[in-house]
Protein backbone atom coordinates (compact mmCIF):
# COMPACT_ATOMS: atom_id res chain seq x y z
CA UNK A 1 0.00 0.00 0.00
CA UNK A 2 0.90 3.62 -0.52
CA UNK A 3 1.60 4.60 3.29
CA UNK A 4 4.93 4.46 5.29
CA UNK A 5 5.79 4.29 8.57
CA UNK A 6 5.53 8.56 9.55
CA UNK A 7 3.77 9.56 7.00
CA UNK A 8 1.83 12.29 6.85
CA UNK A 9 -1.83 11.74 4.44
CA UNK A 10 -4.01 14.62 3.22
CA UNK A 11 -7.88 13.21 2.58
CA UNK A 12 -10.15 14.22 -0.14
CA UNK A 13 -13.20 13.40 -1.65
CA UNK A 14 -15.38 13.31 -4.85
CA UNK A 15 -18.86 12.67 -5.40
CA UNK A 16 -19.44 12.73 -8.41
CA UNK A 17 -20.20 9.73 -10.57
CA UNK A 18 -19.32 7.14 -7.68
CA UNK A 19 -17.68 8.17 -4.70
CA UNK A 20 -13.90 8.71 -4.69
CA UNK A 21 -12.12 8.73 -1.20
CA UNK A 22 -8.26 9.89 -1.87
CA UNK A 23 -5.22 10.39 0.26
CA UNK A 24 -2.08 11.86 -0.65
CA UNK A 25 0.79 10.25 1.75
CA UNK A 26 3.91 12.33 2.18
CA UNK A 27 7.23 11.71 4.20
CA UNK A 28 7.80 14.63 6.55
CA UNK A 29 11.10 15.50 5.25
CA UNK A 30 9.35 16.24 1.60
CA UNK A 31 6.77 18.07 3.14
CA UNK A 32 8.00 21.63 3.32
CA UNK A 33 9.53 21.95 -0.26
CA UNK A 34 6.00 20.41 -1.69
CA UNK A 35 3.77 22.86 -0.40
CA UNK A 36 5.93 25.64 -1.36
CA UNK A 37 6.12 23.79 -5.59
CA UNK A 38 2.01 23.59 -4.52
CA UNK A 39 1.61 27.33 -3.17
CA UNK A 40 3.81 28.53 -6.29
CA UNK A 41 0.77 27.29 -8.52
CA UNK A 42 -1.74 29.71 -7.18
CA UNK A 43 -3.04 32.87 -9.45
CA UNK A 44 -2.96 35.86 -7.55
CA UNK A 45 -5.83 36.55 -4.70
CA UNK A 46 -6.21 32.65 -5.09
CA UNK A 47 -6.33 30.65 -1.87
CA UNK A 48 -6.32 27.37 -2.97
CA UNK A 49 -6.28 24.95 -5.99
CA UNK A 50 -10.10 23.52 -6.13
CA UNK A 51 -9.75 21.33 -9.31
CA UNK A 52 -13.32 21.67 -10.64
CA UNK A 53 -13.38 25.30 -10.76
CA UNK A 54 -10.23 25.45 -13.27
CA UNK A 55 -9.97 25.26 -16.59
CA UNK A 56 -8.74 21.86 -18.70
CA UNK A 57 -5.35 23.88 -20.02
CA UNK A 58 -4.55 24.85 -16.07
CA UNK A 59 -5.62 21.78 -14.97
CA UNK A 60 -2.84 19.86 -17.39
CA UNK A 61 -0.30 22.50 -16.04
CA UNK A 62 -1.43 22.04 -12.15
CA UNK A 63 -1.23 18.03 -12.74
CA UNK A 64 2.19 18.09 -14.28
CA UNK A 65 3.62 19.72 -11.13
CA UNK A 66 1.91 17.69 -9.01
CA UNK A 67 3.00 14.75 -10.60
CA UNK A 68 6.72 15.70 -10.02
CA UNK A 69 6.31 16.14 -6.18
CA UNK A 70 7.72 13.16 -4.39
CA UNK A 71 4.10 11.85 -2.61
CA UNK A 72 2.13 8.34 -2.99
CA UNK A 73 -1.53 8.29 -4.16
CA UNK A 74 -4.14 5.92 -2.84
CA UNK A 75 -7.38 6.16 -4.39
CA UNK A 76 -10.79 4.10 -2.67
CA UNK A 77 -14.01 3.89 -5.19
CA UNK A 78 -17.25 2.88 -4.36
CA UNK A 79 -20.15 3.05 -7.01
CA UNK A 80 -23.03 2.01 -6.84
CA UNK A 81 -23.89 3.14 -3.19
CA UNK A 82 -25.23 6.10 -1.49
CA UNK A 83 -22.88 8.51 -0.01
CA UNK A 84 -23.55 7.48 3.34
CA UNK A 85 -22.40 4.34 2.62
CA UNK A 86 -19.85 5.08 0.37
CA UNK A 87 -18.01 7.08 2.85
CA UNK A 88 -17.73 5.23 5.78
CA UNK A 89 -16.98 2.30 3.72
CA UNK A 90 -14.00 3.94 1.85
CA UNK A 91 -13.00 6.23 4.70
CA UNK A 92 -13.04 3.56 6.94
CA UNK A 93 -10.63 1.29 4.87
CA UNK A 94 -8.18 4.11 4.74
CA UNK A 95 -8.07 5.04 7.86
CA UNK A 96 -7.39 0.95 8.75
CA UNK A 97 -4.60 0.87 6.51
CA UNK A 98 -3.04 4.86 7.58
CA UNK A 99 -2.96 2.46 11.25
CA UNK A 100 -1.82 -0.61 9.62
CA UNK A 101 1.11 1.64 7.70
CA UNK A 102 1.86 3.26 10.99
CA UNK A 103 1.22 6.71 9.04
CA UNK A 104 1.56 9.59 11.92
CA UNK A 105 -1.48 11.64 10.75
CA UNK A 106 -4.06 12.00 8.63
CA UNK A 107 -5.22 15.53 7.37
CA UNK A 108 -9.23 15.45 6.27
CA UNK A 109 -10.47 18.44 4.44
CA UNK A 110 -13.05 19.43 6.75
CA UNK A 111 -16.43 19.08 5.94
CA UNK A 112 -18.96 19.64 8.87
CA UNK A 113 -21.88 17.61 7.58
CA UNK A 114 -19.61 14.91 7.56
CA UNK A 115 -17.08 15.75 11.01
CA UNK A 116 -19.30 14.27 13.67
CA UNK A 117 -19.62 10.57 12.01
CA UNK A 118 -16.09 11.04 10.72
CA UNK A 119 -14.84 10.97 14.21
CA UNK A 120 -16.74 8.16 15.48
CA UNK A 121 -15.97 6.39 12.65
CA UNK A 122 -12.18 6.75 13.21
CA UNK A 123 -12.22 6.34 16.91
CA UNK A 124 -14.23 2.94 16.20
CA UNK A 125 -11.25 2.16 13.74
CA UNK A 126 -8.17 3.03 16.47
CA UNK A 127 -10.00 1.19 18.99
CA UNK A 128 -10.69 -2.00 16.74
CA UNK A 129 -6.77 -2.03 15.73
CA UNK A 130 -5.68 -1.47 19.76
CA UNK A 131 -4.05 2.01 18.52
CA UNK A 132 -4.00 5.47 19.90
CA UNK A 133 -0.60 6.66 18.13
CA UNK A 134 -2.28 7.77 14.83
CA UNK A 135 -3.39 11.70 15.13
CA UNK A 136 -6.19 12.66 12.57
CA UNK A 137 -7.45 16.93 12.02
CA UNK A 138 -10.30 17.87 10.00
CA UNK A 139 -8.52 21.62 8.15
CA UNK A 140 -9.45 23.71 5.87
CA UNK A 141 -8.79 23.16 2.10
CA UNK A 142 -6.33 26.50 1.99
CA UNK A 143 -4.68 25.41 5.24
CA UNK A 144 -2.73 22.54 3.71
CA UNK A 145 -1.50 22.77 0.22
CA UNK A 146 -1.54 18.48 -0.52
CA UNK A 147 -4.85 18.55 0.12
CA UNK A 148 -5.12 19.65 -3.18
CA UNK A 149 -3.11 16.93 -4.92
CA UNK A 150 -6.38 14.45 -3.39
CA UNK A 151 -9.06 17.08 -4.76
CA UNK A 152 -7.22 16.85 -8.05
CA UNK A 153 -6.76 13.29 -8.30
CA UNK A 154 -10.53 12.72 -6.99
CA UNK A 155 -11.66 15.14 -9.73
CA UNK A 156 -9.34 13.29 -12.47
CA UNK A 157 -10.99 9.59 -11.90
CA UNK A 158 -14.36 10.80 -11.27
CA UNK A 159 -14.48 12.62 -14.77
CA UNK A 160 -11.78 9.36 -16.41
CA UNK A 161 -10.28 9.09 -19.88
CA UNK A 162 -7.14 10.95 -20.42
CA UNK A 163 -7.22 12.44 -16.99
CA UNK A 164 -6.29 9.61 -15.11
CA UNK A 165 -3.76 8.48 -17.35
CA UNK A 166 -2.22 12.12 -16.56
CA UNK A 167 -1.64 11.42 -13.30
CA UNK A 168 -1.09 7.64 -12.95
CA UNK A 169 2.73 8.51 -12.11
CA UNK A 170 1.61 9.36 -8.56
CA UNK A 171 -1.07 6.81 -7.67
CA UNK A 172 0.17 4.10 -6.30
CA UNK A 173 -2.83 1.94 -5.44
CA UNK A 174 -6.89 1.65 -6.23
CA UNK A 175 -9.45 -0.05 -4.64
CA UNK A 176 -12.53 -0.32 -6.23
CA UNK A 177 -15.50 -1.41 -3.78
CA UNK A 178 -18.56 -2.31 -5.11
Request: charged fraction near 30%; include cysteine.
Amino acid sequence: MTFRPDDRVYVDESKARGYYVVATAIAIGDLRGSERALRDLLKPGQRRIHFKSESDSRRRQILSSMCALDVRVSVWIAKRRPDKEARPLSLGALVAEAVKSGAALLIIERDESLERADRRLIADVLRRAGSSEMQYRHVAPHEHPLLWVSDAVAWCYSNGGDWIRRIDTIVESRVTQL
